[in-house]
């Protein structure tokens, strides 16, 4: 494989480790901002943020761990017949498969850069009575979704570096 593909698998897998790792944390974002919601609710007037707030921080937690939980491969797959198949042949229908994913990402990606876009133009704001912008979390969502197109290429880099009878 060429030097800038074997570059370009790593540098992604160490980026996409590390925001993984920092967004695991995000979950104590959200038991916080929950817990402030329960509390106000209990002893002052009900937080207006709260409800809101918590699902942002879900889905920057679940989008940013996107990438993370492909590298790990803790993802979710059918494996009735694949684990049964050589490493070559995984490797074979993983190009074939992966390049489905890309397509999907890259549509998604479009359509939230798109969609980010359209936020920052008209100041869109949440139609909740907190009223937040909503260019930040769409933001989030765009570089989450980069992530896992980042990390899909990456992934079929390897196969194809499999599939030649290589190892990165």
């Known amino acids: 494989m060429p030097r800038a593909a074997i570059a370009f ?4 897998e160490a980026l996409n480790y590390r925001v993984g790792r920092v ?9 916080g901002v929950l817990m402030w919601s329960v509390i106000a609710k209990a ?3 009900p937080a ?5 707030m918590a699902q942002f921080t879900m889905v920057a937690y679940f989008v940013l761990g996107g990438a993370y939980s492909l590298l790990l491969g803790t993802n979710v797959r059918m494996d009735l017949l694949y684990g ?3 490493v070559r042949t995984r490797a074979a229908v993983d ?3 992966i390049l489905a994913l890309i397509f999907f990402l890259a549509v998604m ?11 920052f133009e008209v100041n869109e704001r949440s139609r909740t009575v907190w009223r937040p912008y909503m260019a930040p979390i769409k933001i989030v969502i765009c570089v989450g979704v980069l992530l896992m ?13 499999t599939l030649r009878g290589e190892r990165i």
Request: aromatic share 18%; net charge positive; hydrophobic share 60%.
């Open 48 to 52: 207006l943020w709260t409800q809101e």
């Open 95 to 97: 190009c074939v498969t």
């Open 109 to 119: 990606l479009w359509g939230g850069i798109d969609s980010t876009i359209y936020a």
């Open 149 to 161: 197109l980042l990390q899909s290429v990456a992934f079929l880099i390897r196969d194809i570096a």
């Open 43 to 45: 002893f002052f007037r």
């Open 9 to 12: 698998v790593r540098i992604v």
């Open 84 to 86: 049964r198949w050589s």
């Open 23 to 31: 967004a695991m944390y995000l979950i104590f974002v959200l038991a």
